[in-house]
């Protein structure tokens, strides 16, 4: 089961220079196994895992590339999979030219 209405939580910590911090909490009230992908701009891997667990609980610190801030700002997609229910969350994260962060979860 799941706690709540939202399974699961990306929360946007900081980035300097070509380094960007991500908090991923999944609120899962049984043993479950999850699969996360980040991408890029270009949907290329920055990053997979398999987390599996309760109430977990992670910080990313990712290197990105140049293309990753392009002109337009920062693009990241992180992908959320579980195992049992194949089930995907997806989330984006923007900024126009470096300013507001903005989280989605699409």
Same mark, same amino acid.
């Given at each position: 089961?799941?706690?709540?209405?939202?399974?699961?939580?990306?929360?946007?910590?900081?980035?300097?220079?070509?380094?960007?911090?991500?908090?991923?909490?999944?609120?899962?009230?049984?043993?479950?196994?999850?699969?996360?992908?980040?991408?890029?701009?270009?949907?290329?891997?920055?990053?997979?895992?398999?987390?599996?667990?309760?109430?977990? +609980?992670?910080?990313?610190?990712?290197?990105?590339?140049?293309?990753?801030? #392009? &002109? /337009? $700002?920062?693009? =990241?997609? @992180?992908?959320?999979? +579980?195992?049992?229910?194949?089930?995907?969350?997806?989330?984006?994260?923007? #900024? &126009? /030219? $470096?300013?507001? =962060?903005? @989280?989605?979860?699409?």
């Amino acid at each position: 089961g799941v706690k709540g209405d939202n399974p699961a939580e990306l929360k946007f910590i900081g980035q300097s220079k070509n380094h960007v911090s991500l908090q991923l909490d999944l609120h899962n009230a049984e043993a479950g196994e999850f699969f996360v992908n980040i991408k890029g701009s270009n949907f290329h891997s920055l990053y997979s895992e398999i987390m599996t667990g309760v109430e977990l +609980s992670k910080i990313f610190n990712l290197n990105v590339d140049d293309a990753d801030f #392009s &002109a /337009s $700002g920062l693009k =990241i997609r @992180v992908e959320v999979t +579980s195992e049992k229910t194949h089930k995907t969350q997806v989330y984006e994260i923007n #900024s &126009a /030219s $470096g300013s507001n =962060i903005i @989280v989605a979860k699409l």
